[in-house]
């Protein structure tokens, strides 16, 4: 049966979603919802299944009426707007996909992911699949994690180490928001340990990971939804966590150590400035249209390389055990020539509709509110497999302690 999807948002990867909706066969409409109508309308004008509304999504009485009819709502707004989009599923009975669960801004990242997790029943009773955290971290990195922890006996810890040295010519310190990349980096991390949550400095416990092919790099503690999911749905973790480096990393972490991440006024010869703010204005965007993208590449790249790594250790038959997963996908010169779009947004925009396709070819059988880590072993193989389809595959090397 054709299904209808409604896409909440057609920034980068709420557009990227509806694109590739296009092509598949068990779609017969997308409706393309925004705030800004006019971006909405591009991708009317260009895909043949898509039609344009403006919905503003702090109003939950417009998001269930652009969205009557539809079998799934994909959820690609920031995450404050997750609690009406959910229960705006519930309202015109959809499946839910959402990209993140922080941060926001009235609870803690914790609360954030319990909060939606408080709505399972209701989507259980309902018969209902709202899958949360769907992109590349968190979402794909969540499936290979799984998918390495159920191969042990015991498991003991998961570390994610994502290291993005994407550095052009041209100043373009993000590839995303610099309000939001600024804004993560100066979040709290939350670290989970032997079944409790803490929050830990911005920057915290700096160490050297060494990635395979590409040497030592310099990482530290980041604020991401992993651990907080991975602690309530991984059974007798211990630890998990997770890790950002890179040249982007290490000059937020000046700002920050400089007080010019803070959000407080400060007085400037008389006049009060928010440093925070100063810096997110003089900050350049991320090109984020073919032509801002070629401008930048244009210049030539400074640095291109990157890793990501999720490490599962544990035991099996008695010995210790380490999983080391590595994703593999274009960089940003390859990913711009072959799908005229940025690294950052073919990663996190792909990784993002697989998990729709999940729900559109009934690959879903689970009900209630979880993140993919939950997925069962055949929805985790059907989208590791597309996404290979897709050149994001994924590399395992395993140690093996013998005593």
Sequence with gaps: MKKTVIVMGTGAQGGTIAMRLNEEPNVEKIICADYDLGVAKRYEEMLDKAVAVKVDARN???????????????????PHFNPIVMEAALT????????????VADIDFVGAVKRQLALDEKFKSAGLSALINTGSAPGLVNVIARNAADKLDDLESIDIYIYDGIWTNRFIPFWWSPETAFGDMAAEPIRFENGEYSQVPPFNNPEMIDFKGLGPRRMVDHEHEEPVTFGLFFKGLKRANFKYGGPACD????????????TEPVDVKGTKIVPLDLVCQLTPAAPSDPETIKAALSEGMALEEGAS?????????????????????????????KHGITHESFLTGQSAFLFTKLFINDKISDKGVFPPEVLDADAREYYLKEAAGLGITVDEIVETRLH
């Design 309 to 337: 790594l999720i490490r599962v250790q544990g035991q099996k038959n008695g010995k210790s055990i380490c999983l080391d997963n590595y994703i593999n996908g274009p960089g940003l010169t390859e990913s711009f020539e």
């Design 60 to 78: 939950l009485d417009e998001v269930v009426a652009a969205s009557k009819g539809a079998a799934l709502i994909v959820n690609g707004l920031p």
């Design 251 to 262: 000059l937020a972490e000046s700002f920050y150590k400089m007080g010019l991440l803070g």
């Design 92 to 103: 015109n009975n959809m499946h839910y996909q959402d990209m993140a669960s922080g941060p």
